[in-house]
């Protein structure tokens, strides 16, 4: 049963940093990209970053230059370092897994709430 749960959301201050972090059991890790993606109230969900098997790494155009996606392979977790945050950064975070070669991402975890206040 392939499982992914996010920690490390809280609240901050605008310009504040959190680290994020998702732990994955239940696959083999390096057989699958790694994505974080946000949702935040009234809006639609948002591809944030990805990384690869390979360690290729997107990000989002908004988040760029201040978020940082890694993954530690020894550990099965990967994590987003979030630094100068802005209150629009705001959302539930979520993790998902996606096999490599594939398309869509085909695990998720639970969400975890990031609040940047002002």
């Known amino acids: 049963q392939v499982q992914l749960v996010e920690s490390g959301g809280g609240l901050v201050q605008a310009g504040g940093s959190l680290r994020l972090s998702c732990a994955a059991s239940?696959?083999?890790?390096?057989?699958?990209?790694m994505g974080w993606y946000r949702q935040a109230p009234g809006k639609q969900r948002e591809l944030v970053a990805v990384?690869?098997?390979?360690?290729?790494?997107y990000y989002a155009d908004s988040v760029k230059g201040r978020f940082t996606i890694f993954r530690d392979s020894a550990k099965n977790t990967v994590y987003l370092q979030m630094n100068s945050l802005k209150p629009e950064d705001t959302a539930v975070y979520y993790c998902?897994?996606?096999?490599?070669?594939?398309?869509?991402?085909?695990?998720w975890g639970q969400g975890t709430q990031v609040t940047v206040s002002s």
């Open positions: 239940g696959l083999t890790f390096g057989n699958y990209a």
């Open positions: 990384i690869t098997s390979g360690g290729t790494t």
């Open positions: 998902a897994a996606r096999l490599r070669n594939t398309r869509e991402f085909n695990y």
